[in-house]
């Protein structure tokens, strides 16, 4: 079941450069989407959301783009820092209080 | 700042063994959540449970497992006869209705 995924398995990025993340997903019920950063050993730590009435969400170095037509989502990290480096994980949803769907995750690396 | 909280952080145990990973979910939450990642894979969603009882499961979720929440507090998951592949990352969730998922530090279970 690929209902969300995420083709990178890891990103590279220079410190103070942007990080972009991407996501896919296949099932258009979704309405509700999230990023969740993770580090080993810790849960997922929620990070952005955004629903599928808006494009664009933004908070602080953190913005998430919604593209409903492409079914494709992305994270935008700017600038980014050496404590960004992390997995991070798109997941979706609909119907409140329904489950997540976890794309695979990318592991980002940002080098000082 | 309220969260999830687990125990055990870690069990190990002999296959065939029942397993209980016990969560407290956030005090005013109302939707309760059972997610595991099997080691390099993705999170993968198990159970959702709202007003005492599961409102959906994957099928992963098949009758060894059971959940409960035997009192206001606690959110627990048994595994009745557990596998070699259920060793794993249990991480437990929860939301207030709509909106992000809170996810506890999770249990790694170790079935030998």
């Known amino acids: 079941d690929q209902q969300v995924k995420q083709n990178s398995p890891s990103l590279s990025v220079q410190e103070g450069r942007i990080s972009i993340l991407n996501c896919d997903y296949t099932?258009?019920?979704?309405?509700?989407f999230l990023w969740y950063k993770k580090y080993p050993a810790e849960g997922p730590t929620f990070l952005i959301s955004i629903s599928s009435i808006k494009d664009k969400n933004e908070d602080g170095r953190f913005t998430v783009f919604l593209n409903k037509s492409a079914k494709h989502l992305s994270l935008h990290i700017v600038p980014s820092q050496p404590g960004d480096s992390a997995v991070y994980f798109c997941?979706?949803?609909?119907?409140?209080?329904?489950?997540?769907?976890f794309g695979g995750g990318t592991r980002l690396m940002v080098k000082p | 700042e309220p969260e999830v909280t687990q125990t055990p952080s870690h069990q190990v145990t002999q296959m065939g063994q029942e397993v209980i990973l016990r969560c407290v979910p956030i005090s005013n939450h109302l939707y309760f959540y059972w997610y595991r990642q099997i080691l390099g894979q993705k999170v993968e969603f198990l159970v959702s449970?709202?007003?005492?009882?599961?409102?959906?499961k994957s099928e992963i979720f098949d009758d060894q497992f059971s959940v409960e929440r035997p009192d206001g507090s606690n959110f627990t998951l048994k595994i009745r006869s557990t596998k070699l592949e259920d060793s794993a990352m249990y991480f437990c969730a929860s939301r207030i209705h709509t909106g992000e998922l809170f996810f506890g530090e999770g249990s790694r279970l170790t079935v030998l």
């Open positions: 449970f709202y007003n005492n009882e599961i409102s959906e």
């Open positions: 099932n258009s019920m979704f309405d509700y």
């Open positions: 997941a979706a949803g609909y119907n409140a209080g329904n489950m997540l769907t």
